[in-house]
């Protein structure tokens, strides 16, 4: 394919900046619910999308014709779509930095190894999972269990020397339960998704993420909603992973930076405890299979680790070539295009607080009255850093002794508040993001997590 | 068949006859695989979308695309696969034919009959289609630069622009076959203000209309309420916590009540044993005066599609009628397993299988002033809910946004303060209904509600 990519840029001629990218993505998804199969398909979308830097302006085009006159007719809407603009652009951007671009072939971990699996296969792991489920627990109702996995392959050429192909999978499974009691109802869901093969999937057997959900649901028709206020609590991994994905990551951005995000102009600040360290990575740190794994951003970058919080102190922002241009830094390879006709935005990857020397048992020891968080429900953060997550499992802590579970929990604060008042790391380490979407007006394949945390922050709860 | 024209402004690359010309192609595949039923839906679209980033424009972006899904069955068992090659029908169609053999049967095996569509004109307005890419991107950095200049402390993260040209058609094997076009004008903004080192919570509005005429009127007025929520949450301090009155303005309506109800009232959860409300029709749900209805074909000034997903017709559908639970949403599948007809709301686009949904709904204004509604003694204006409802037990709880607390005749912003109660007890003590609604792209049209008895929760 990028044979195809050189020889339409080579047909278009020289005109400023040109990126293509051919991106063949296959999304399959199999749903299973109450013991029958309610959706299975498969989803292809291919095609290439062109990108143009002309007279000082971006401009864009996609077309799903593969064929060489296909795109150099794209490459000629895109830049007739920047020219048409060019004159209303305030900041125009001169160049973008030279950067080593990267050339060859990469393949990702487990492609042979899912693509290899039957249809059937896949079918009848979803429908184990949820059969698992049900049967856990008289009390559980109504069950669930998807299968979804993404195979995508990218080319990715440019006309100042980005020259690559890549190809990943990324298997995702999730089951959920409904527990009732005289009319009483809990739904809990656990899911895992990963880049990589059935070895990373089943870091956790399935029978065990079926299991756990069940007997959360189960154990949550007796649990009362908390008192609420402002109180110490222990944020499991998946907590963690929200906290510095929702609250933190997104403040990082170059581009939301640019537009006056909280972090803007705190390069160099303590803005956590100096027991925090936090990173955005391309790779899988610490544990394999992170869901935001990649080699290659979709600018041609290689995608390595970027510090961001460095003991505390803010040391760096995510970049794409233009805002590391605007900035004078290096680009961080976080420039990311869910599909062909899409373009590339600043976008994390894989993004996480780096483990300490704690254990989780020691942080719960060391509570006198307080929560441990595990689970999240949903998440959302705001341009003030302020946070809001939802909790599946809050378990009560008091005199150092772990007690019972409350439900209906919802965690808030400002994330750099939350992170300053950090007095505990453990050293376990878990990706625990993998499965859904981060979204920025498009979707992302992101992975966030790390160790334990104990801090301070605001849990909802109900007023007498 | 027409052809994309850059420069003759934006036109789907099919038009209905091609299109319909695709599905039935398509059809005949999955029948010569093995279906003995099969369906095609398909979408051609094109798109020109000025982009804004950073208070300044960002890109012009132009896209064209075919899209489809076919949907088979083969001995009882469901198939489904897509893609966006017109050249690929006959590989996808054996696609979906494949994963039908791999899977187990399904109960409510089958496609919906054809019944008659009223031919609906396209709702296509040629000025709008002639919108040569310039013409827009001077219109985008135009409402960008009135939008800033409301106030000098607004911030576009960012924002957009558009004109988009969409033709849609579907043919299936039991007799279905329509097609419609619609060109659409759409806009928003997202953002915050910022106050020397004071940054506001996020804001976010927009809008879509069917003329041009209506396009930057419709959009100023969408950017007006940005502007307004997100100057509104500068200088937010501490809340207060109590139990009281709440008011959900019309762009928190959805958030906090009636999405959430909504999930209560599709076959499939019905089905599933995901509703609360299942075999609950003709019970007080609601207070007295809350009225909720599928507006099916579009809002006055909007018109959708005149058929669903599944080229079933479309219809206007009382939900809840003065507090009174009338109707649940039905699409073929749903109705086959409950005995019922289809209610003609199968939703979704050309890469997803059909399921239960809304095309459009409406909520009943009342009879009171806006200003008095947000009258209270104590109580909190929720500008917008970031939170969770578990929608079967009805428990919600989340953080209130741009919220202002209302306290003995004053209002300020407040930050950190979270809201906690129950769907169904809500729905029960709506006590106010502003007089006037707010139409949110063409599909969604609320009055700003007062709803008693909320738990308030200060950080």
């Known amino acids: 394919m990028r044979a195809m990519l050189k020889d339409a840029l080579r047909r278009a001629g020289g005109d400023g900046f040109v990126e293509l990218r051919w991106h063949d993505k296959t999304f399959r998804s199999i749903s299973v619910e109450k013991g029958r199969l309610e959706r299975s398909g498969v989803r292809r979308r291919r095609g290439v999308g062109v990108r143009v830097l002309v007279d000082g302006t971006w401009g864009f085009a996609s077309t799903g014709d593969a064929s060489v006159s296909a795109v150099t007719q794209a490459i000629g809407r895109a830049r007739a779509a920047a020219r048409a603009s060019a004159g209303l652009r305030r900041e125009r951007i001169e160049s973008l930095p030279p950067v080593a671009l990267a050339t060859g072939d990469f393949v990702g971990e487990g492609v042979d190894a899912v693509l290899g699996m039957s249809l059937e296969e896949r079918v009848a792991l979803a429908v184990a999972v949820e059969a698992r489920a049900r049967a856990a627990s008289a009390r559980v109702n109504s069950a669930s269990g998807t299968y979804n996995e993404i195979f995508e392959e990218k080319s990715i050429v440019t006309s100042d020397g980005a020259d690559v192909s890549f190809k990943l999978v990324r298997p995702e499974l999730y089951v959920a339960a409904v527990a009732e009691r005289d009319g009483q109802l809990s739904r809990v869901s656990e899911s895992v998704g990963v880049t990589g093969g059935w070895d990373c999937l089943f870091r956790d057997a399935p029978e065990a993420l079926a299991d756990k959900a069940a007997r959360t649901a189960v154990d949550l028709l007796d649990a009362k909603a908390p008192e609420g206020g402002r109180t110490t609590v222990i944020m499991a991994p998946s907590i963690v992973g929200l906290l510095v994905h929702e609250a933190i990551g997104h403040t990082v951005e170059a581009d939301f930076v640019q537009s006056g995000s909280v972090a803007r102009g705190k390069l160099g600040h303590q803005v956590a405890s100096d027991l925090v360290t936090l990173c955005d990575s391309g790779r899988s740190e610490f544990a394999g299979g992170a869901g935001g794994t990649l080699p290659v951003d979709d600018e041609g970058v290689l995608a390595g680790r970027t510090v961001v919080i460095q003991d505390g102190r803010l040391v760096s922002y995510l970049h794409n070539r233009e805002t590391a241009s605007a900035m004078g830094v290096a680009p961080t390879g976080n420039a990311r295009a869910w599909e062909y006709a899409d373009q590339p935005l600043i976008r994390m990857r894989n993004t996480y607080i780096e483990p300490g020397d704690a254990s989780l048992e020691e942080l719960i020891a060391g509570t006198d009255d307080g929560y441990l968080l595990d689970g999240p429900r949903n998440g959302q953060a705001d341009a003030t850093a302020e946070f809001m997550f939802g909790v599946t499992a809050a378990r009560r802590i008091r005199g150092g002794k772990l007690g019972e579970l409350v439900k209906g929990v919802t965690v808030t604060g400002n994330a750099f508040e939350v992170l300053r008042s950090v007095d505990g790391v453990s050293q376990e380490f878990r990706w625990d993001l993998g499965s859904g979407h981060c979204g920025k007006g498009q979707p992302a394949k992101v992975d966030a997590g790390g160790p334990y945390i104990r801090c301070r922050a605001i849990l909802g709860g109900e007023q007498s | ?459």
């Open chain 2, 1 to 459: 068949m027409t052809t994309t024209g850059f420069g003759g402004g934006v036109r789907a690359r099919l038009d209905r006859a091609a299109l319909l010309a695709l599905c039935e192609r398509g059809v005949q595949a999955a029948r010569d695989a093995g279906a003995q039923e099969a369906e095609v839906y398909a979408e051609s679209s094109a798109e020109v979308e000025v982009s804004l980033q950073k208070n300044d424009l960002d890109q012009v972006r132009v896209a064209d695309e075919v899209q489809f899904g076919v949907r088979v069955f083969v001995d009882g068992r469901l198939g489904f696969a897509t893609a966006n090659d017109p050249g690929a029908v006959v590989t996808t169609a054996r696609d979906a034919v494949a994963v039908a053999q791999a899977s187990p049967p399904d109960p409510d095996a089958g496609l919906p009959p054809a019944v008659p569509v009223m031919d609906q004109p396209d709702a296509v307005d040629e000025a709008l289609l002639q919108l040569e890419p310039g013409a827009l991107a001077r219109m985008a950095v135009d409402l960008l630069a009135w939008t800033r200049g409301r106030d000098p402390r607004i911030t576009i993260d960012t924002g957009a622009v558009a004109v988009a040209h969409t033709v849609r058609a579907v043919a299936s094997s039991t007799g279905v076959r329509a097609a419609w076009g619609s060109a659409a004008g759409s806009g928003h903004m997202f953002g915050m203000a910022v106050d020397g080192d004071t940054v506001g919570s996020f804001a976010y509005d927009g809008d879509a209309v069917r003329q041009l005429a209506q396009l930057r009127p419709k959009l100023e007025a969408a950017f007006g309420r940005f502007v307004a929520g997100a100057t509104g949450a500068l200088g937010a301090t501490a809340g207060e916590s109590f139990r009281g009155p709440i008011v959900l303005p019309p762009e928190a309506v959805e958030s906090v009540l009636v999405g959430p109800l909504m999930r209560n009232l599709g076959g499939d959860a019905v089905r599933q044993g995901r509703s609360a409300l299942a075999g609950r029709i003709g019970e007080r749900i609601a207070a007295p005066g809350f009225t909720l209805v599928e507006g099916g074909a579009g809002i006055a000034g909007y018109p959708l599609c005149p058929f669903d997903r599944e080229g079933q017709p479309r219809a206007t559908l009382p939900l809840v009628e003065d507090g009174v639970l009338k109707a649940f949403l039905y699409d073929g599948r749903e109705a086959r397993a409950a005995g019922v007809r289809s209610t003609g709301h199968a939703q979704g686009g050309a890469t997803a299988l059909p399921s239960v949904g809304p095309a459009a709904l409406v909520l009943a204004t009342g009879d009171v002033p806006r200003a008095t509604l947000e009258r209270m003694e104590r109580g909190v204006i929720v500008t917008r809910f970031s939170g969770s409802t578990d929608p079967v037990s009805g428990d919600f709880s989340g953080v209130v946004k741009g919220g202002f607390l209302v306290k003995d005749g004053e209002r300020r912003p407040i930050h950190e303060t979270t809201i906690a109660g129950n769907l169904w007890t809500c729905l029960k003590n709506v006590s106010a209904r502003a007089d006037t609604a707010h139409l949110h792209y063409g599909s969604r049209a609320w009055p700003a509600l007062r709803v008693e008895d909320v738990s308030i929760t200060a950080g």
